[in-house]
């Protein structure tokens, strides 16, 4: 089947589940439009995630574990763009952190420096040193008298410096568009991250960037979860402001309720569907712009030395491609899409909540998009992050459908099939390594192929 | 008495803890840096393979506890052990059979190794939970302590108590052991050295007749007996809760490249470089620095460098700085 044929019909394959899903009862779908739109979310933002990663895997074939952590900073952002500063927190200790932190970087780039003039030797080292326990304490002293200041202030709400909100606390969700503004902010934060990674990892053998990913991915989450001055931790921040109206809103608005009447739909399910469907309309806008970007950057100049830097990085570097620098570029680049993803994802939940955060979930699961959909093609790993959530929620009804015909023959209440019925939840990480898997074996071009 | 105290303390709260969990480390990490000394690749699912074949000697253990079987004051997941290896190392050869060797054959990049290991990882990962759920596991008996810190205070008179597990002993005590015997295997044995050789020189060690097939089966073998080991020491000194098995990843891989990846030596070496600044970092320096400084200057904090919930910063710091300025690690590994 030539390209231009399977494309189509492939995403047209896949909005038959979505609307499958929504319509009928049969099998596995629930029936529920509700459920349909919100597994479409979830997609659309994987979706750009996917793109993000194919950035760096399918152009420059770089190996990134670290997207969790890159999502989570764009998390991190949604929060201290859109909510309120909390009140009497930059005086309690804010502008203290900031100093600590400001010393604490100032310390490193002295060591830098010291590096750098210094002649190398003993002297070297022990100034070097001197410099660390010096600025380390130092930093501590101003950083932690800070944290304890701002993280006295009322700690069961707040207890944490807030964010750029220019409402207050009382009228902060009137300013909705704060989270829209943080959306490239989260892709900025990211994008800074993964230039401190790519400098240091990039240029060295493609395993090392994995393992220093999965570490930075790690140590950004600690930070995220453990900070309770930068974004609560594990308390989590609750009631984000929204782009979208809230459905008590709509609800009460006379004019909506017509229009529900109208389409024959109750007004609580209409306000739900309403504001599900807007979020789905914002971030379709995003994909799109995405996507047609990307599309084109893979057609230009640019996008043709990419590809053959990682089809030959020796021959590019003779042509005088300067690799390491496309690399970081490059790596740069994919991160800030995952941020950017990150800071959607935190606008639709509404809240930031760290302790959910897990690689299997936000650094392997996309991974397992990338490569089914199609590495080292855009409109690939789109349909595979639709494809791959649509299953990833499915599973678990198609597990307990297996489970309870497996289990059919057995006497209930027995162990075995209580374990085994109990146990379905299991099966998503099981059957994601089997189709990924068998896609790495049997079709490593993935579901649309790279032309 | 006071630098006594001190010594004390800091012999039960940093160097106890930290050998015992180095060892497993470098247990840990010897099996990264076999399987890309031979295999060529980093591979993930190495944390899950290690909770794969802790679940094993777990559930061994169980049946034996059950039947009444046991071995006090030593626990009962020792005897359990050799069946998890057995378990572990079937496990690992149908995987390589089913996964690997395709790619092998077709010579594939060392990157798809590690995408079909990160799949390898899933359906493991997917596994344990799926035989013995996500939770922690309870499965230690026989003696807790081989010497309880009452004991020692009463022996001493001094005021610091000195606990010495059992767990942490018998860490210790099979860390060598396994160690001593895998360097006596690879120097000594002919099929060690045809494994050193294929490390070193893959061509030529094809060139003098080494099956490379052979190689390979005895290194998953290898590796199986590795892993399950530290995977029921660290479920034994600590708790079993595959989660973590799968954390432990990150310090695992820091070890095996600050050593030197291909280097046993060096991944014994980083194992225990990452257990003591994990521990020495993380660790609250109030009670040592009250015994040793002069009333004046105690501390008022706890004197902790870092919270603990920083511990894998620890390992990826001294990774970056390994890699920035000694590529090649410690103990000269290779650099591809």
């Known amino acids: ?451 | 008495m006071d630098i006594l105290n001190a010594l004390v303390t800091l012999l039960n709260f940093v160097v106890i803890p930290a050998m015992a969990y180095g060892s497993q480390l470098a247990l840990g990490a010897l099996g990264v840096t076999l399987i890309y000394g031979i295999l060529r690749f980093s591979n993930f699912a190495h944390g899950d393979s290690m909770a794969f074949g802790a679940m094993v000697t777990i559930l061994v253990t169980w049946w034996f506890q059950s039947m009444g079987v046991s071995i006090d004051p030593l626990p009962t997941a020792l005897l359990a052990l050799p069946f998890g290896i057995v378990g572990t190392a079937l496990m690992l050869l149908a995987t390589d059979r089913v996964v690997y060797r395709f790619y092998r054959r077709v010579k594939a990049k060392p990157i798809v190794f590690v995408m079909a290991s990160m799949g390898v990882m899933f359906i493991m990962n997917g596994v344990v939970r799926f035989i013995i759920g996500p939770d922690d596991q309870q499965f230690g008996d026989g003696a807790r302590f081989i010497i309880s810190a009452r004991d020692f205070k009463a022996w001493t008179g001094l005021d610091e108590g000195l606990a010495f597990k059992t767990s942490q002993g018998l860490t210790i005590v099979t860390a060598v052991i396994v160690v001593a015997a895998l360097f006596w295997f690879l120097n000594r044995t002919r099929t060690g050295k045809s494994m050193r050789a294929f490390s070193d020189n893959e061509d030529l060690a094809l060139l003098s007749g080494i099956n490379p097939e052979r190689v390979v089966m005895i290194t998953w073998i290898i590796v199986a007996g590795l892993i399950t080991i530290a995977g029921t020491l660290y479920g034994l000194d600590k708790t079993f809760k595959p989660f973590t098995y799968f954390q432990l990843l990150l310090p695992i891989f820091a070890s095996a490249i600050v050593g030197g990846l291909g280097s046993p030596l060096g991944a014994i070496a980083g194992g225990f470089v990452i257990a003591f600044s994990e521990v020495t970092v993380t660790y609250a320096w109030k009670k040592v620095a009250t015994y040793l400084l002069p009333d004046s200057l105690e501390p008022s904090g706890l004197v902790q460098l870092m919270s603990t919930d920083y511990k894998f910063a620890v390992s990826f710091v001294i990774l970056i700085i390994v890699l920035l300025f000694k590529p090649t690690g410690l103990f000269k590994g290779q650099s591809v």
């Open chain 1, 1 to 451: 089947m030539s390209q231009s044929l399977r494309t189509p019909l492939m995403f047209a394959l896949v909005a038959l589940l979505f609307i499958l899903e929504g319509s009928t009862q049969v099998w596995i779908f629930s029936g529920s439009w509700n459920s349909s739109i919100t597994i479409l979310n979830m997609a659309l933002i994987s979706a750009v995630m996917a793109l993000g990663v194919n950035l760096q895997w399918g152009y420059a074939g770089l190996f990134n574990v670290g997207i969790m952590g890159f999502v989570a900073l764009g998390g991190l952002a949604t929060v201290l763009v859109s909510m309120p500063p909390t009140p009497g927190a930059w005086g309690a200790g804010g502008f203290r952190i900031v100093a600590g932190l400001v010393m604490g970087a100032a310390t490193i780039l002295l060591m830098v420096w010291q590096y750098k003039t210094m002649a190398q030797g003993r002297l070297r080292g022990l100034t070097m040193f001197a410099t660390l326990v010096v600025g380390f304490f130092v930093f501590r002293w101003i950083f932690d008298a800070g944290v304890a200041g701002v993280e006295a202030i009322n700690p069961a709400q707040t207890g944490y410096l807030g964010g750029l909100n220019p409402g207050g606390p009382d009228n902060y969700r009137a300013h909705g568009y704060m989270t829209l503004l943080a959306w490239p902010v989260g892709g900025l934060l990211a994008a800074g991250a993964a230039w401190l990674v790519g400098k240091t990892a990039l240029g060295l053998r493609s395993d090392y960037l994995a393992i220093a990913t999965l570490g930075i991915a790690e140590i950004i989450l600690a930070v995220v979860k453990n900070e309770d001055w930068l974004a609560r931790g594990v308390k989590n921040v609750i009631g984000l402001p929204r782009p979208v109206p809230y459905e008590v809103d709509l609800q009460q608005s006379a004019g909506f309720a017509e229009r529900a009447t109208t389409l024959g739909l109750d007004t609580t399910t209409a306000s739900t569907l309403a504001v599900k469907l807007s979020y789905s309309m914002l971030f379709t806008a995003v994909l799109l712009v995405l996507v047609i970007l990307a599309q084109l950057s893979l057609k230009s100049p640019w996008g043709r030395m990419m590809r053959a830097i990682r089809d030959n990085e020796v021959a590019a570097q003779a042509m005088g491609k300067d690799v390491t620098r496309r690399h970081l570029q490059i790596f740069v680049l994919g991160s800030a899409l995952c941020g950017l993803a990150g800071a959607m994802m935190t606008t639709l939940d509404g809240q930031l909540t760290p302790g959910t955060y897990q690689p299997l979930r936000y650094t392997f699961l996309i991974w397992v998009m990338v490569i089914v959909g199609g590495s080292g093609n855009n409109l690939g790993s789109v349909l595979g992050a639709f494809v791959i959530w649509f299953f990833w929620i499915q599973v678990e009804p198609i597990g307990n459908w297996l489970m309870s015909m497996v289990t059919a023959g057995m006497a209930d209440g027995s162990a075995l099939k209580t374990h085994l019925l109990d146990s379905a939840a299991h099966m998503r990480l099981f059957s994601m390594g089997i189709i990924l898997l068998l896609v790495l074996r049997f079709s490593p071009q993935g579901l649309i192929p790279e032309k």
